[in-house]
């Protein structure tokens, strides 16, 4: 464990754009994509945790940043608040031929540098866009947390393009985290890089205050399954000098896009929001 600095940093920012998240797209940004200035880069899962920091980082390296995301208000969070070049709604774009034409439009120069999140159909739309010699960092596969595999369209475009691409898990780079957090840091003191958590929270605040307003349906709890059933009770987050997240169940709002949502948060205290927990 690591006692964490607070004098310019919020604790809140542990959670995301100071912590593991964040050190997650410093590596995949800066060890493997290696972008030079006026690269186009492109991030799926964009207006998460490590999407928002990726943004910052390729941003503070003069990169044209690209993001994929679920929904037009996200998009808007993406280009307006994390200051995203563009951001391409998957729901409106949502098969391989139209995701690959919006990316035309948004990567007119092509793409050199990928952060892969997601896999499946949109890591086949992207590929079709990647430059010769360009770079893509494996990072998730959301796509196949059910189990499933995961076919590749047109793995041949990996020696076409001589494309680089290389998966990571960041425990395994605890080298790194130094200089990552400082950068990291230094974004965030600068203004250039907001906290992640605070924003969800902030969401998450106002959602439940309209839900305890006028909530739309019974709330429906059920326990954990699958991947979320070995998760539960364990940390969500590692690290040094981190503060850990653990959850007991999930909850589902149905009238809120039937998004799942953790039901209990263990949390640090949010000294910027004033908030010591999230129920």
């Known amino acids: 464990l690591r006692k964490v600095d607070t004098t310019h940093v919020p604790l809140s920012h542990y959670l995301g754009a100071v912590g593991m998240p964040g050190v997650t797209a410093w590596y995949g940004l800066v060890k493997i994509i290696a972008p030079k200035e006026g690269d186009t880069v492109v991030?799926?899962?964009?207006?998460?945790?490590?999407?928002?920091?990726?943004?910052?980082?390729?941003?503070?390296?003069?990169?044209?940043?690209?993001?994929?995301?679920?929904?037009?208000?996200k998009?808007?969070?993406?280009?307006?608040?994390?200051?995203?070049?563009?951001?391409?709604?998957?729901?409106?774009?949502?098969?391989?031929?139209?995701m690959s034409k919006a990316l035309k439009e948004a990567c007119p120069n092509g793409i050199d540098g990928y952060f892969e999140n997601v896999g499946g159909w949109i890591m086949d739309a992207v590929m079709l866009r990647m430059n010769a010699f360009s770079r893509i960092a494996l990072c998730g596969m959301i796509a196949g947390y059910d189990g499933a595999p995961l076919p590749m369209a047109n793995p041949a475009l990996m020696l076409i393009?001589?494309?680089?691409?290389?998966?990571?898990?960041?425990?395994?780079?605890?080298e790194v985290w130094p200089d990552a957090l400082k950068e990291l840091g230094m974004l965030v003191g600068t203004g250039k890089l907001g906290s992640w958590a605070s924003a969800r929270a902030r969401t998450?605040?106002?959602?439940?205050?309209?839900?305890?307003?006028?909530?739309?349906?019974?709330?429906?709890?059920?326990?954990?399954?699958?991947?979320?059933?070995?998760?539960?009770?364990?940390?969500l987050h590692g690290g040094p000098g981190l503060?850990?997240?653990?959850?007991?169940?999930?909850?589902?709002?149905?009238?809120?896009?039937?998004?799942?949502?953790?039901?209990?948060?263990?949390?640090?205290?949010?000294d910027d929001l004033g908030v010591h927990a999230l129920h």
């Open 243 to 270: 503060v850990r997240a653990s959850y007991t169940g999930l909850a589902e709002y149905p009238a809120a896009g039937n998004e799942l949502m953790m039901l209990r948060w263990v949390w640090a205290r949010f």
């Open 161 to 174: 393009n001589r494309m680089k691409v290389e998966g990571f898990i960041v425990s395994e780079h605890m």
């Open 43 to 73: 991030v799926s899962a964009a207006t998460g945790a490590v999407g928002s920091a990726f943004a910052a980082l390729a941003k503070a390296r003069g990169c044209r940043v690209v993001g994929i995301a679920g929904g037009a208000d």
């Open 204 to 235: 998450l605040a106002s959602n439940w205050s309209s839900w305890y307003e006028a909530p739309p349906e019974p709330l429906r709890v059920f326990p954990p399954k699958g991947d979320a059933a070995r998760a539960a009770g364990r940390p």
């Open 75 to 98: 998009c808007k969070y993406a280009t307006e608040e994390l200051g995203f070049d563009a951001c391409i709604d998957y729901k409106v774009h949502g098969d391989v031929k139209a």
